[in-house]
Every structure is written in structure tokens, then in C-alpha cells.
């Protein structure tokens, strides 16, 4: 069976454009086209409605894709069997990633497991949101992700790393080269917040502790925050590992009451990996065992 029509459906509808779709996947926008319009001739439906913005799914299209998910799913199940049976030389991994651990995780782990198994292909899916990783795994979009632990129901982590949070302050604050900071003093300094989606362990700590913040700015981007920090217009708390390469300047000391967050990578539940992903999970559990105990990801 030809899957190209089936993943071109599928790439499609992620990317919501035919010609970015096209772009991914090495073909010219016609040829892309005509595959899916084969499909709808085929089945004698209408699967995309197609629009100035782009196209989306049509309800029939929508009825029909997790049955064509799961055919490409399975499909590509079957292609990493034959591949372990030649020693892992062939297959494609699909990993849900975020900021930190793309910039300083995985190109590690990438050139590790390649050394290992140099006919794998990588696709990474980036997002801001852990919720949307969890969604991709659940979909079976991506074969893993590396999320916040605990994860939301439907899928298996394996925790790997702590990633502490501290005090994020203007450099020339008067507690800026303090052992820590005071999570009261919160109350008293304005508080530049990440968005709401991306704060929940934040929020956690000012609940737990009886704070409220004296909330001066919602921010929805790390770097935005580390430049206003930087103006001095007030305080913050982030993960540890973004700061590290950043040019701006601040100061990050420790929560008076220290304070983490565990990362993990996922998989959906009630199904076992493909041998591919066992190998990659195995990967990346023995790497990160293998890293500066003081680097964790954002």
C-alpha cells in the first residue's frame, strides 16, 4: 500500500498548508495536491476545505483521521520491526520537545543515538506548552516527549531530571549577590510573570506559601522577561538551565524555600514503544544520568 496520499493528509492538516506541508516532506505544492485530491476522488469525499488562510479538515475528514493516523501509526510500527531485525538502520523518530531541552539536550542525545544508529531520522515538534506535548503523545503524533512530570492521564513518564527555579533580579538589586530570596518578598517588588498556561508550578509555590505577587506584568516569553528584568522594571522567578546562555544581565539566587521541577520523557500509555523509541528512551535515560547534576532543562 501507498501511505504517501495518507501522510500527505496528515502533514497537511498539522501544518495547515499545503505548500509548507509539501516543504516537509520533499515534494513539489502540485504533486502534494493532486495525492490528496486522488484521496478525495478515491473515497468520494471532500476531506479539506480549502480557503484563502489555508485549509482545514472537513467533518468528513474529520470523522476519518484517527483511522488514518493509526494506519500510518502502524505502518510506521511495522518499518522499525524490519529495521531492528537490520540492526536499527533505518526508521523515524518523532520527539515533542521545548525550548530548553532542544537548545541543551538533544543535539547531545541526537548526535549519541546517530553515532549508534546512523540511518535514523529525527522530526522534533517544538512547543511552549506542555499541555500540547501531552496532546501530541496522546494523538500518537509524536512517539515521545519530554514534559513536565507528573503528566496528565493517558500517558507513562519516566521522571529524569530536577530543574530548580530561582529568583530572577535586576543586577543591581540590593539582593543580588544574596544566598537567597524571600519568597514574602514577593508581595513587596513588582513581579513579571510568564503566562498563565506555562506558570503552574510558580503559581504553586506563591499558593503554598500564603504569597500573593504583586503582580506588575504578564509576560508570554522567557527572554522578554530576562530583558526587562535586566531595565530593572522588577522580579522574577524561572527554570534554571534558561538562563544560563543568556547575554542579558540579572541575577538568579535561590528561593529562600528551594523550590524544583521535574522534567521526564513520555509515552503513550497501554501501548509498548516501538523498538525505535525503547532504544531512544534508553538513550536518553543513560545520557541524562550522565549529565552536570546542576544543568535541567526550562
Not at 38 to 43: A, T, V, Y
Not at 118 to 130: A, C, D, K, N, Q
Request: proline share 6%; hydrophobic share 40%; with cysteine.
Amino acid at each position: 500500500m501507498n501511505l504517501t496520499k495518507y501522510q500527505a493528509l496528515l502533514k497537511t492538516v498539522e501544518l495547515g498548508s499545503i505548500t509548507r506541508a509539501a516543504e516537509a516532506m520533499g515534494y513539489t505544492q502540485s504533486a502534494l495536491s493532486r495525492a490528496i485530491a486522488d484521496l478525495e476522488r478515491e473515497w468520494d469525499l471532500e476531506l479539506l476545505t480549502r480557503s484563502r488562510s489555508g485549509v482545514a479538515l472537513s467533518s468528513d475528514g474529520n470523522v476519518l483521521l484517527p483511522a488514518i493516523r493509526s494506519l500510518c501509526n502502524a505502518a510506521k510500527m511495522l518499518e522499525e520491526q524490519v529495521a531492528e531485525l537490520h540492526g536499527m538502520t533505518r526508521g523515524t523518530l518523532r520527539v515533542g520537545t521545548f525550548t530548553s531541552v532542544s537548545i541543551h539536550w538533544l543535539p547531545g542525545i541526537m548526535k549519541v543515538f546517530l553515532d549508534r544508529y546512523p540511518g535514523i531520522h529525527f522530526e522534533l515538534v517544538s512547543s511552549w506548552e506542555f499541555a500540547e506535548i501531552e496532546d501530541l503523545i496522546r494523538r500518537g503524533e509524536v512517539d515521545c516527549g519530554f514534559l513536565r512530570v507528573p503528566a496528565g492521564e493517558g500517558l507513562d513518564t519516566i521522571p529524569l531530571r530536577q530543574d530548580r527555579l530561582l529568583a530572577v533580579l535586576p543586577p543591581d538589586h540590593p539582593l543580588a549577590h544574596a544566598p537567597c530570596y524571600p519568597i514574602a518578598r514577593f508581595t513587596q517588588e513588582p513581579y513579571i510573570r510568564i503566562s498563565e498556561e506555562r506558570d503552574m508550578e510558580i503559581s504553586r509555590i506563591f499558593q503554598e506559601e500564603g504569597v500573593r505577587p504583586n503582580l506588575q506584568y504578564n509576560v508570554n516569553d522567557d527572554f522578554a522577561i530576562l530583558a526587562m528584568v535586566e531595565q530593572g522594571l522588577g522580579v522574577s522567578i524561572m527554570p534554571e538551565l534558561v538562563l544560563r546562555d543568556s547575554n542579558r544581565r540579572f541575577s538568579a539566587i535561590p528561593l529562600d524555600h528551594p523550590r524544583f521541577r521535574e522534567i521526564g520523557l513520555a509515552v503513550r500509555s497501554g501501548k509498548a514503544p516501538s523498538p525505535l523509541t525503547s532504544h531512544f528512551l534508553s538513550c536518553v535515560q543513560e545520557l541524562v544520568a550522565q549529565m552536570d547534576p546542576d544543568i535541567s532543562p526550562e
